[in-house]
């Protein structure tokens, strides 16, 4: 069974930093997708980056791009998600999630808290 665990949430100030980290276990990660989402409160989940291991190639989403990292340790399956520059709109719920190759997220964590005060 496939088990995500974020870690690294906390409270910042703007315009400071966050590195969020995502453990994965339970499968090889070598040919699958990593992605981080988020969700405030009142909304839907959004987006945010995501990694793709066979490639490499990285995708973010247009409000964090420039601001936010997403890279990886496949020896560890563990996906890192490094956030600069935060701002108050970044406060959300983050969750992890992994999805094949070819398909849709099927497996996510259970989220952990930033909050970027003002």
């Known amino acids: 069974q496939v088990r995500l665990v974020e870690s690294g949430g906390g409270q910042v100030q703007a315009g400071g930093s966050l590195r969020l980290s995502c453990a994965a276990s339970?499968?090889?990660?070598?040919?699958?997708?990593m992605g981080w989402f988020r969700q405030a409160p009142g909304k839907e989940r959004e987006f945010v980056a995501e990694?793709?291991?066979?490639?490499?190639?990285?995708y973010y989403a247009d409000s964090v791009r420039g601001r936010f990292a997403i890279s990886g340790d496949n020896a560890k399956n563990t996906t890192y998600l490094q956030m600069n520059s935060l701002k108050p709109e970044d406060t959300a719920v983050y969750f992890c999630?992994?999805?094949?190759?070819?398909?849709?997220?099927?497996?996510w964590g259970q989220g952990t808290q930033v909050t970027v005060s003002s």
């Open positions: 990694i793709r291991w066979r490639s490499a190639r990285s």
């Open positions: 339970g499968r090889t990660f070598s040919n699958s997708v």
């Open positions: 999630a992994t999805a094949p190759e070819t398909g849709p997220y099927d497996t």
